[in-house]
């Protein structure tokens, strides 16, 4: 297992560019299984990662052949009748729960491993059961396997509403069901974020006739079969989001490249708020981090709202802003893994049911410390980057997951991170993939 020593209190300066969209990439590539034989995927912008690596062995057992060059991914159907997303890789990685959606909706029946709870959270899938199952299918659990089976698909009323609003993955596949279901599919209380728009903008060119995109009703026109097309992923807003936090910790000044600021608004209102200056281009954004950082009461919400999953990193600036902060999470009320550790290097806050009371403190110090999940990790970085002395972050596999050496990428600009091989004392932990 690698891990990261971090020597804190070096400013980030200079530009740094984004990769393409994690999220966004994973449910397309699973909308590869849509496709009829021979017919070819082509993404762009594909990010390097332990996710999409994972996803790729996922798809060949389900008959896709993955291609990968450089950033481009190639996916064709070569054989349509493999339909079972096995334990072992689901449990791994979540986002295999997005073949349920296009395995019964273009084959007739899924077996998807059931992805169980994880580190920042419960996370169940009821929503996307009962939207398929609204669909048609016949859905049942089996020796822990969604099984969902319908000779074809049929349009319907979905409504995705659940106690913590939409549900992303959840949209995804149901959207990816109805594409080729007889009729039309009214999807209400569709998620809004931009991975899911995208992923209806990709649909589309595919040949689906999806409307309503961006909005909270999607209405879904079925069509017989889909067709290849070429696709370019959109830049990551969480890693976008990530590096602005780490020149917001630092006091740095970096132009963060490849950005839809569109997708940002709440983040970059964040960062005003806090005291940083901000200069938004086309698609560029320059963050100036001040001398000391101001305090914010902190909501992460459903897109347009503030995303969960740059609450970890954004606490770690309100460590040591000047004054005390409140930080609320309404998506994963559980997800704050990270406090104890920010604690262990220094900082003052205590949780309180779903949210986490910050008093800034005026300096951290490097400590050990442990990364339980991936943004938790991205979080403990940013953490490191400003505090004083080495930080040890352990359990960066996590991080892998979900940023392409970031360590490289975050030293071009100031950084000192080292990756460090740990002989493994322990065996690695078992728990389910978060992302
Ligand atoms: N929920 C239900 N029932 C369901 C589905 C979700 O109650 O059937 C609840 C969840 O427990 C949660 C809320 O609804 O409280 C939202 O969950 P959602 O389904 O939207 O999350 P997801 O689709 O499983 C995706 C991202 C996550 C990100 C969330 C929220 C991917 C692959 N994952 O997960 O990303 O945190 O949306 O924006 O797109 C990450 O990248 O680190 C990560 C965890």
Redesign the pocket.
């Known amino acids: 297992m690698d891990k990261f020593i971090i020597h804190g209190g070096h400013r980030l300066r200079g530009s740094i560019r984004v990769n393409g969209s994690?999220?966004a990439a994973?449910p397309m590539m699973a909308a590869a299984l849509l496709l009829e034989r021979d017919e070819v995927l082509v993404l762009r912008n594909v990010p390097d990662l332990g996710d999409v690596r994972t996803m790729g062995t996922l798809l060949e057992r389900l008959g896709v052949r993955v291609e990968r060059e450089r950033a481009t991914l190639k996916l064709a159907v070569a054989d349509d009748t493999p339909v079972q997303a096995p334990y072992e890789i689901v449990k791994t990685m979540?986002?295999g729960i997005c073949t349920l959606g296009p395995l019964v909706g273009r084959r007739g029946e899924a077996h998807v491993s059931h992805p169980g709870g994880c580190a920042?959270?419960?996370?169940?899938?009821?929503?996307?059961v009962r939207g398929i199952a609204m669909l048609g299918a016949r859905v049942k659990t089996d020796h822990g396997y969604i099984v969902a089976t319908a000779k074809r698909l049929r349009g319907g009323t979905v409504y995705l509403g659940?106690?913590?609003?939409?549900?992303?993955?959840?949209t995804a596949n149901v959207l990816m069901a109805a594409v080729l279901a007889r009729g039309t599919t009214v999807i209400e209380y569709a998620?809004q974020?931009p991975?899911v728009q995208e992923l209806a903008n990709l649909l589309n060119a595919m040949g689906a006739r999806i409307e309503g995109i961006g909005s909270y009703r999607l209405v879904v026109h079925g069509v017989e079969r889909l067709r290849g097309t070429r696709w370019t992923v959109i830049p990551d807003r969480?890693e976008a989001g990530t590096f602005m936090a780490c020149a917001a910790v630092t006091a740095g000044d970096l132009l963060v490249e490849n950005v839809r600021a569109e997708h940002m608004t709440a983040v970059l209102e964040t960062l005003r708020e806090m005291g940083c200056g901000l200069e938004v281009g086309s698609f560029s954004v320059r963050v100036r981090g001040p001398r000391r950082l101001r305090p914010v009461d902190l909501n992460t919400l459903p897109f347009p709202g503030f995303?969960?999953?740059l609450q970890s990193q954004f606490m770690a600036c309100c460590c040591l802003a000047d004054g005390i902060s409140v930080v609320t999470e309404k998506?994963?009320p559980e997800r704050f893994s990270h406090l104890p550790e920010f604690c262990r290097m220094g900082a003052r806050g205590r949780k309180y049911e779903s949210a986490a009371i910050i008093s800034g403190v005026r300096e951290l110090h490097g400590a050990p410390v442990m990364a339980s999940d991936?943004?938790a990790g991205a979080g403990l970085v940013v953490a490191g980057l400003a505090a004083r002395g080495y930080t040890e972050v352990q359990r960066i596999y996590h991080l892998d997951r979900?940023y392409d050496h970031v360590e490289r990428r975050l030293n071009a600009v100031g950084a000192k991170i080292r990756r460090v091989a740990e002989k493994a004392k322990e065996a690695p932990v078992r728990e389910t993939g978060?992302?």
């Not at 920042?120 to 996307?128: K, Q, S, W």
């Not at 659940?162 to 959840?170: D, N, Q, R």
């Open positions: 994690k999220n994973l979540r986002a920042i959270g419960v996370r169940p899938v009821d929503l996307h659940g106690a913590f609003g939409s549900t992303v993955t959840g998620a974020e991975e969480i995303p969960t999953d998506i994963y991936l943004r979900g978060t992302g």
